[in-house]
């Protein structure tokens, strides 16, 4: 069966360093997303990426935060210069929404990245 | 703004009770779905509903869609302590390519 694949699964950082988080979205899905989720809190939206370029971001999504899909595969977040609140569990999602009505409109979650920053 | 609301936020329910969870969007949508959430875990598909009137069970659980209302339950009927987890639903807008996600039911099942 597909799945998204997140990349590392847990990824210790110094505050101030930049970090790189992966995701390969289902091969054939058209929207990508990424979320964060403070421990035990909700999940909350960051970005959604459609056609190569964002779609749409939250306010959290600023100026320290940037998405890209380098190779038609994968897909990263990156992280320029982290904070002590970065530290969150980072999932990404993909989706193949279809037209009206269609099966196809599950949205798949990665198992997450898991970064602390300290 | 897009707005998703769940209650109860928490609920504790005992072995073979039956319980609602609820969740309120703010805007028309084009789907909901249900994922389930064990501690530590990513989120697990439950349901998709993408119509008015939308009926969808699976074991214990069965998610239902009122799109007038703008209304979606998750009916969990003679509970068992493995569906102990959080449960989210998220409403999908592709206008503004968003999937918002609820606040989330913490469900604790007992003996």
């Known amino acids: 069966e597909p799945e998204v694949t997140q990349t590392p699964s847990h990824q210790v950082t110094q505050m101030g360093q930049e970090v790189i988080l992966r995701c390969v979205p289902i091969?054939?899905?058209?929207?990508f997303y990424w979320y964060r989720q403070i421990l035990g809190q909700k999940v909350e939206f960051l970005v959604s990426f459609y056609n190569n370029e964002i779609s749409e971001k939250s306010e959290i999504f600023d100026d320290q935060f940037s998405v890209e899909r380098p190779d038609g595969s994968n897909f990263t977040l990156k992280i320029r210069s982290t904070k002590l609140e970065d530290s969150a569990m980072y999932f990404c999602?993909?989706?193949?929404?279809?037209?009206?009505?269609?099966?196809?409109?599950?949205?798949?979650f990665g198992q997450g990245t898991r970064l602390t920053v300290v | 703004e897009l707005k998703v609301e769940q209650n109860p936020l928490f609920l504790s329910m005992q072995e073979g009770k039956n319980y609602t969870i609820y969740c309120n969007y703010s805007?028309?949508?084009?789907?909901l779905y249900w994922y389930r959430q064990d501690p530590g875990k990513s989120l697990e598909s439950l349901f998709v509903l993408l119509s008015n009137g939308a009926v969808k069970q699976e074991g214990r659980l069965m998610a239902s869609l009122d799109t007038k209302a703008r209304l979606s339950t998750l009916h969990i009927t003679a509970a068992v302590h493995d569906l102990s987890a959080t449960y989210f639903c998220a409403v999908l807008y592709l206008d503004t390519d968003k999937l918002i996600f609820g606040t989330g039911t913490r469900l604790q099942v007992f003996p």
């Open positions: 805007t028309t949508s084009d789907r």
């Open positions: 091969s054939n899905h058209l929207y």
């Open positions: 999602a993909s989706c193949y929404p279809g037209g009206s009505g269609s099966s196809d409109t599950e949205a798949f």
